[in-house]
């Protein structure tokens, strides 16, 4: 069974940084992308950024682009999303999602969630 439980948010000033943890089980990178998305209260879930470790390609959306870094660790099967330079407007629930890397960044394209883990970027 896929599962995929992320942590390391919290509430950090403006200009802070913080990083998101998603660890995995029931798969590798090698089977499947990791994509991190985030969904602020009546808004849309937006892809921000995914990896695919079997094959190198790696997507950012350019309202991340140079703030936000993916990574992960393959021997602990665990991804990683570095935020630096936050701003107010990243406050939202940040997923992890396990699927396909596309550089549209769509969630159909991941077929399994964790639960969650809410940013809050204070002014």
């Known amino acids: 069974e896929v599962q995929l439980v992320e942590s390391g948010g919290g509430l950090v000033q403006a200009g802070g940084s913080l990083r998101l943890s998603c660890a995995a089980s029931?798969?590798?990178?090698?089977?499947?992308?990791i994509g991190w998305f985030r969904q602020a209260p009546g808004k849309e879930r937006e892809g921000l950024s995914c990896?695919?470790?079997?094959?190198?390609?790696?997507y950012y959306a350019d309202s991340v682009k140079g703030r936000f870094t993916i990574s992960s660790d393959n021997a602990k099967n665990t991804a990683y999303l570095e935020m630096n330079s936050l701003k107010p407007d990243d406050t939202a629930v940040y997923y992890c999602?396990?699927?396909?890397?596309?550089?549209?960044?769509?969630?159909?394209?991941?077929?399994?969630w964790g639960q969650g883990t809410q940013v809050t970027v204070s002014s």
């Open positions: 999602a396990a699927g396909t890397c596309h550089w549209q960044l769509k969630p159909f394209n991941f077929g399994s």
């Open positions: 029931g798969f590798t990178f090698d089977d499947y992308a």
């Open positions: 990896f695919s470790s079997y094959d190198g390609t790696t």
